[in-house]
């Protein structure tokens, strides 16, 4: 279920994410909607993600290689390089901020 308080999260954090699914293996634009689809993600549009994929190659973040494709065109397969793994690190680091002050907030609010 992604309400519209989700999918305004995301938009924060999907690049991350993908990034993240990245920096565990190379893989091509399904491949990384069908991974999301496993983590829960099930709403996000296949569009969204090869948009982000192509903002993601425009600011250096990943390296692509053209694939041949049993069926049909050649495939993008994008692999995080060390641009990218930088920026993960930033996001990660930002993220278990962010996570900390949240779960803080939350707890006080229980009190």
């Known amino acids: 279920m992604v309400g519209k ?7 924060g954090t ?3 994410i993908v990034l993240g699914i990245l920096a565990l293996a190379p893989a091509y634009g399904y491949e990384i909607t069908a991974r999301l689809r496993e983590q829960g993600f099930a709403d996000i549009a296949e569009g969204t993600i090869y948009a982000l994929l192509l903002r ?3 600011k250096g973040l990943v ?15 994008y692999s995080l390089n060390a641009r990218g793994q930088q920026f993960l690190e930033e996001f990660w ?17 229980k009190q």
């Open 93 to 109: 680091t930002t993220w278990g901020f962010l996570a900390d002050r949240l779960a803080r907030l939350r707890e006080e609010g």
């Open 14 to 16: 999907l690049e991350g």
């Open 63 to 77: 390296d692509v290689e053209r694939v041949p494709s049993e069926k049909g065109p050649a495939r993008k397969v």
């Open 56 to 58: 993601v190659e425009q």
């Open 5 to 11: 308080q989700m999918t305004e999260m995301l938009k």
